[in-house]
């Protein structure tokens, strides 16, 4: 077996809340991974016909799940805007200390905003799922 | 200057020969997901989503299909090669290590293949 490169572990170093951003990255690319269970629960019922896709609207929009979907909406929008932040380090753009934590606090600010806008568009004016 | 550790040199044993790959494609996903997911997030927002006919002839129109088979593919590769990386920093014993990442590529695998199935048989059932 191939003994593949490994991400440095955390627990060596002093903390810093760009720490707490990368780990939150991880975090919620795996919780979104199961994400994916519900997306394709939604697709094979829309294709099961009517009478199914109903069941799973009425599942989809209970109270608990909303909980769950907001929370994966929630895991996208960070996931996404630091993706973002990721990809740009990739190229070799903002990797100075200062331009690093600049871009967390950024992001952050970025994905609670698309999380709230998103949020209130999907749950609020016309209640989405139900 | 070499960038190889004292151990390293030592052990001789060179890099695993296979990170760049593995990374590359890790980042061509999430290039192609900047796009389709917004796109994505957008339709969600303006579908009237407990309507079922609204959304079947949502996902049969046009080029929505095409995306939506972009997407879910895109969505499940970059959360393959994401998870895998998690197994393998964290699962250290070789044979567990071995069954998860066999049990993350099926458990994407049949993800992939119960999406796909799903919005194609919508796409061909033709437009109510």
């Known amino acids: 077996m191939h003994e593949r490169p490994l991400s440095p572990h955390l627990s060596i170093y002093r903390f810093m809340y760009t720490m707490a951003l990368s780990i939150l990255h991880r975090i919620t690319g795996v919780w979104m991974a199961f994400g994916l269970c519900a997306l394709v629960y939604w697709l094979m019922s829309a294709a099961a016909g009517e009478a199914q896709y109903g069941r799973a609207t009425v599942l989809l929009g209970s109270a608990p799940a909303r909980i769950v979907l907001l929370l994966w909406l929630a895991a996208f929008c960070y996931h996404f805007a630091n993706g973002l932040r990721h990809l740009a380090w990739d190229a070799g753009l903002g990797l100075e200390r200062r331009a690093a934590r600049l871009s967390g606090r950024i992001v952050l600010a970025l994905a609670l905003l698309a999380f709230l806008g998103t949020a209130y568009l999907l749950f609020c004016p016309r209640a989405g799922f139900a | ?128």
């Open chain 2, 1 to 128: 200057m070499s960038l190889r550790s004292p151990l390293g040199v030592v052990l001789g044993r060179g890099s695993a020969g296979e990170g760049v790959a593995h990374w590359w494609a890790q980042r061509l996903g999430a290039l192609a997901l900047v796009p389709l997911s917004v796109w994505f997030l957008v339709a969600l927002v303006r579908l009237p989503l407990a309507d079922y006919a609204a959304v079947t002839i949502w996902i049969a129109s046009g080029w929505n299909l095409v995306w939506l088979v972009l997407l879910l593919g895109m969505m499940c590769w970059h959360s393959r090669l994401g998870i895998q990386v998690v197994i393998e920093d964290y699962v250290h014993s070789p044979a567990l290590k071995q069954a998860a990442l066999l049990l993350n590529s099926a458990a994407h695998a049949v993800l992939v293949a119960a999406g796909a199935y799903a919005l194609l048989r919508i796409a061909l059932r033709g437009v109510p």
